[in-house]
């Protein structure tokens, strides 16, 4: 009974953080130009970042993993779009990519067991909706957690 408890408890939590990671309120924004590794946009690790994508908009982040660790990872949509999300290393060869082909309200998501270093992420617009009033593109959050 406990134990089933407890594993109730832990869904309803996960549930919880799930949809704070989708609606936080207190968000970096991200810079353009960041459309190659080179002008990738910095963020934290435990932070949100906002931005807009759209067919010839790439938006490249990078990071620091300071310890051995499951890093999980979460692209915010709500808008039409389709996005996918990439993972690549210091080498910026890449490690994962993330996606759907559903449009809508369907989110990219997955963890990676990530040795110290540098990483970089990638959003990358696929298909839907082009732009959503007032600025260009389709707007998405991601954090690194
Ligand atoms: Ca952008
Ligand atoms: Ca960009």
Known sequence: MYRKLLSLLMILSLTLTFSVN???????TESEFNNNFSVADSIRMD??????????????FVFNNGAP????????????ANFDLRLYNGSKQLIYSASSTSRG??????????????????????????SIDPA????????VY
């Open 136 to 143: 260009p593109g389709v707007p998405y959050s991601l954090e």
């Open 47 to 60: 932070s949100y970042v906002t931005g807009r994508a759209t067919a010839g908009d790439i938006d490249y």
């Open 69 to 80: 660790d499951d890093i999980s990872f979460l692209l915010c949509n709500g808008y039409g």
């Open 22 to 28: 989708c609606f936080a309120t207190s968000y970096i």
């Open 105 to 130: 309200n369907v989110n990219e998501q997955f963890s990676k067991f990530l040795l110290p270093g540098t990483y970089y992420v990638s959003v990358v617009w696929m298909g839907g909706t082009t």
